[in-house]
């Protein structure tokens, strides 16, 4: 196995050059879904590689429930430095564990509270207009989903752009944006070298919601309007900053200046001389070394571990 088992933990550092690159050069929905996936892989392989090392730890620990050949020479010898890794990965393990169930807790229990908050409530359809003196606006998905707008929000903005601001919204729950955003910062918190992901990924999920209202509403200049005056307005939504990854605006003047300038390109595989086609292709190598790193010390560890275990 040696120090392929710490490669996954360490790939992630690839994850700047790939997100700048991604919300860039890419259309923002290839963008959102590139950075997503990229995320839950690295994570999952750099998961992977904690537990095995994990395995080593626990069998070096007294009156463990392991078999007591996994505690041999040879199986200490798998890991390289496994007297410590295999110890500090166990309080490692604990510590994403606790972080992953924190992060989903306070997720529903948001999305719990607003759909509370809208029992009794008329709204127009998917829109539901709450009385409140604060400006806010979010998506909040559900079974339906419906998009939650402040009359304060609702008078900042002239009749027209309304319409810009529902489509934005409506976007973001067409698109499941906040399964997006959640296995993001779920990938963030197995492993924190991910972090930069998740802000481009915010960049990429308001981008492309930015696009479908400008086309929903035939006029870019006046979803870019809407897009800048809700931003000036905007206030935290009610419950603090747990439901951030529903309301996060992302970089308004990026936004409104992306908004003023021509439809970004909706192609496939960019060419591999392009800027576009370096932040596939960095992604794409990134992943494969993780996984494979992963899969090398898995099948590494697991033959070890048949070899020591007595039959």
């Known amino acids: 196995m040696g120090v392929f088992v710490y490669l996954p933990l360490v790939l992630p550092l690839t994850a700047l050059p790939i997100a700048r690159l991604a919300e860039q050069h890419l259309h923002p929905r290839r963008a959102a879904r590139l950075l997503t996936t990229v995320a839950v892989i690295l ?26 050949g996994w505690s041999d020479d040879e199986v200490r010898e798998a890991v390289p430095h496994d007297a410590f890794a295999g110890k500090a990965s166990i309080v490692a393990l604990v510590v994403v564990a606790a972080a992953c169930g924190y992060t989903v807790h306070r997720h529903y229990r948001f999305r719990a509270r607003a759909h ?3 029992a009794g409530l008329r709204g ?7 009385p409140d003196g604060v400006p806010y606006a979010y998506a909040l998905p559900g079974s339906p989903g419906r998009v939650m ?16 601001l529902f489509a934005h919204e409506r976007a973001h729950l067409a698109g499941r944006h906040h399964r997006l955003l ?37 006029d870019r200049r006046l979803t870019a309007r809407a897009v800048g005056k809700a931003a000036l307005v905007a206030r935290p939504a009610p419950g603090g900053p747990a439901f951030a990854s529903f309301a996060a605006a992302g970089p308004v003047p990026r936004r409104v200046a992306a908004l003023l300038g021509p439809v970004p390109p909706d192609r496939g595989w960019p060419p591999a001389l392009t800027p576009a086609g370096a932040a596939a292709f ?6 494969t070394v993780s996984a494979l790193s ?14 020591a275990t007595p039959l």
Do not use: I, K
């Open 43 to 68: 994570a999952t392989c750099s998961l992977v590689c904690l537990g095995l090392l994990v395995v080593v730890g626990t069998a070096q620990l007294p009156g463990n429930p392991l078999p007591d």
């Open 116 to 118: 509370r908050a809208l």
């Open 124 to 130: 127009d359809g998917d829109v539901a207009v709450l």
């Open 149 to 164: 707008v402040s009359t304060a929000m609702l008078a900042s903005l002239e009749p027209a752009e309304h319409r810009a």
């Open 182 to 218: 959640l296995a993001t910062r779920l990938a963030g918190c197995v492993n924190p070298l991910l972090w930069p992901l998740l802000a481009a990924l915010v960049y990429s999920t308001e981008r492309w919601a930015d696009e479908e209202a400008a086309r929903v509403t035939g």
């Open 282 to 287: 960095v992604a794409a190598a990134g992943t």
């Open 294 to 307: 992963a899969l090398n010390a898995a099948v590494a560890l697991f033959l070890v571990l048949e070899a």
